[in-house]
């Protein structure tokens, strides 16, 4: 995927010109962010005909990840904790109550025990953010005042996304209204799957205005998207509507973040980055569950985006079981002694 030269940098018309930067709320604040957020380009039908992803080559790319880069001993863990200040440690059940998400959130704020931190001389250390539905939003809030610790709310229908438009609008500003640093929302994948570049171009600017303050994660549900290119078109489709962060799954599809799908995202982040200066996030989430999982996503960030993208402003984890895999491995390396996953609960 080509970046092309000397792109013009405008606005879609859902994202003003003179829209604030940088006065906004210090709830709706990412963590660590450095730069500007991403504010779109009208959409190019010329750059997405020539979007193409030859699915061999990137599933050669993907095979060849777990064995070139072996990380051992110290600098094994030194990545797990990075992976760990990485993730949004996410609860999204239909029996979510208020005291799953306090202890969710008692996690979030101390991912790993306290003696292991100590025994590693770590300190300070928490996931990128929590994140819920919207009627745990409050709850999550109170459990985690002052912890500079964002909350994120899945919205717009998760996850099928297939609500009417005025209410999945009115479930972002709802969101964001009550808290929210942060919406991820689904995207129409009908518009995808029939070619309509312009609707889901248009969603999205209207989901990413909707959300005012609070930074954009859009799922592109790839596991149903049907081809890498697909995934590519989407991808751009979403970053040049203004989508702070593209995201691989709701963690609903019978298929969720796999290697190939994350290099077609990386890459068509690449190619936006070279082509308008602007930085996007993503976020793998879905499937994800063991800390040798984990490293090899990190590697594959690292190859194809560099140690930038490797801060909770430009990439994420969606994943629960993920923490308490890196506990595990933490405990083990600290002890000398194996773990059992018992010794690490989420709450």
């Known amino acids: 995927m080509r970046p092309r030269a000397e792109r013009p940098r405008q606005v879609p018309a859902a994202v003003p010109p003179d829209a604030p930067r940088t006065e906004t709320p210090p709830h709706a604040a990412l963590p660590l962010v450095s730069h500007a ?8 039908m010329d750059w997405l005909r020539t979007a193409r992803v030859n699915r ?15 990380v051992t001993g110290v600098h094994r863990v030194a990545w797990l904790l990075r992976a760990v200040g990485l993730i949004d440690l996410t609860t999204l059940a239909g029996d979510d109550t ?4 306090h202890r969710l959130c008692a996690k979030a704020r101390q991912p790993v025990r306290a003696d292991l931190l100590d025994a590693l001389g770590v300190d300070g250390l928490t996931t990128a953010a929590v994140c819920v539905y919207h009627e745990m939003i409050a709850p999550a809030l109170a459990a ?13 229908g998760f996850p099928a996304g297939l609500s009417p438009m005025a209410t999945r609008l009115a479930e972002i500003e709802a969101s964001v209204a009550a808290g929210a640093a942060e919406i991820d929302i689904v995207i129409s994948r009908r518009h ?20 005012g303050p609070a930074h954009l994660k859009t799922i592109l549900a790839t596991g149903e998207l049907g081809t890498l290119t697909n995934v590519a078109r989407a991808s751009l489709v979403c970053m040049m509507a203004g989508a702070d962060f593209i995201k691989t799954s709701t963690g609903k599809e019978p ?10 995202m990386l890459r068509a982040i690449r190619a936006y980055h070279a082509a308008t200066g602007q930085r996007v996030g993503f976020k793998p989430a879905g499937g994800i569950s063991t800390a040798k999982e984990a490293l090899v996503w990190l590697a594959l960030i690292k190859e194809e ?27 083990q390396h600290v002890t000398g002694a194996p773990s059992a ?7």
């Open 56 to 70: 061999p080559a990137a599933e050669r790319r993907c095979a060849s990840l777990p064995a070139c880069r072996p």
């Open 305 to 331: 985006l560099g140690d930038r993208w490797l801060s909770p402003d430009l990439f994420r984890f969606g994943a629960s079981s993920l923490l308490g895999d890196i506990e595990r491995q933490i405990e």
């Open 37 to 44: 957020r991403n504010r779109g380009l009208p959409l190019d």
């Open 144 to 156: 985690l005042r002052g912890s500079g610790i964002p909350v994120a709310a899945v919205s717009t």
């Open 98 to 101: 208020p005291g799953r998400v």
């Open 192 to 211: 995808v799957l029939l070619g309509d570049w312009a609707a889901l171009y248009d969603e999205v600017a209207a989901f990413r205005a909707a959300c």
């Open 341 to 347: 996953a018992w010794r690490h609960p989420m709450g």
């Open 255 to 264: 298929v969720n973040a796999t290697l190939p799908v994350g290099l077609t």
